[in-house]
């Protein structure tokens, strides 16, 4: 157990609206991730954190930003959501070059 | 292009034999590879890892065989449990000066049959 929650666990919205999905960790590790995971797809890096405030992109980053005020919470933000977004979605962190992943958030967006 | 392949969608073994997981990768920059099962509505749970430094890694029933020239790594399960019933991803990332970003598989549904 890494000690990680996701925030809500499942979410609804229309298209065009925001959405805040929200990672926290306990145990203080300096770099965070974020992740879609899609049928056929495996699970794709949308963009990653290397400490408060240092952010970068991954993958599939178009469409998402990050936020990381504190050490201990990620957040991943849809500015406008499309339905090309529904997704479930897991933060991870890093203990040395091993990476735990949250439980999960799915996204619906109608 | 798939840098990370899993190319049995599907596998089914019986209670008590050994369960072999497959992955190929094409990027020869990889250095750090790891392993995790999956169970629907969860996040997936880490299982094994493995550095290019090593060729084999063990944990209990789990084994990770890592063949750097083949670009090729393996997951042995011995012996296999109906609990080990899941979908099962392989990942790998280049080194790095502590940030890793690991490109997935699209993961291999194990079924182990009682």
């Known amino acids: 157990d890494a000690g990680i929650t996701q925030s809500p666990r499942h979410k609804v919205t229309e298209t065009g609206t925001p959405v805040t999905l929200r990672c926290h960790q306990t145990?203080?590790?300096?770099?965070m991730y974020w992740y879609r995971q899609d049928p056929g797809h495996g699970l794709r890096l949308i963009h990653y954190?290397?400490?408060?405030?240092?952010?970068d992109k991954g993958e599939v980053s178009d469409g998402y930003s990050v936020s990381r005020s504190k050490t201990e919470d990620f957040l991943l933000t849809l500015e406008s959501a499309t339905s090309s977004q529904t997704s479930v979605y897991f933060c991870?962190?890093?203990?040395?070059?091993?990476?735990?992943f949250g439980p999960g958030t799915r996204l619906t967006v109608t | 292009d798939q840098q990370v392949k899993q190319n049995s969608p599907s596998l089914s073994v019986q209670e008590g034999r050994i369960s072999i997981l497959n992955c190929d990768y094409t990027?020869?920059?990889?250095?750090?590879f790891l392993w995790y099962k999956k169970y629907p509505a969860e996040g997936p749970t880490f299982l094994i890892s493995?550095?290019?430094?090593?060729d084999k890694n063990e944990d209990g029933r789990f084994t990770v065989f890592l063949n750097k020239s083949a670009k090729h790594l393996s997951l042995h399960i011995v012996p296999s449990q109906p609990g080990d019933s899941a979908v099962y991803f392989c990942?790998?990332?280049?080194?790095?000066?502590?940030?890793?970003?690991?490109?997935f598989g699209t993961g291999t549904r194990l079924k182990v049959l009682a």
């Open positions: 991870a962190i890093s203990r040395s070059y091993e990476q735990y």
């Open positions: 145990e203080n590790h300096r770099y």
């Open positions: 954190s290397y400490g408060v405030k240092d952010t």
């Open positions: 990027n020869s920059m990889f250095d750090y």
């Open positions: 493995i550095s290019s430094i090593k």
């Open positions: 990942a790998a990332s280049p080194s790095s000066e502590g940030t890793y970003k690991y490109i």
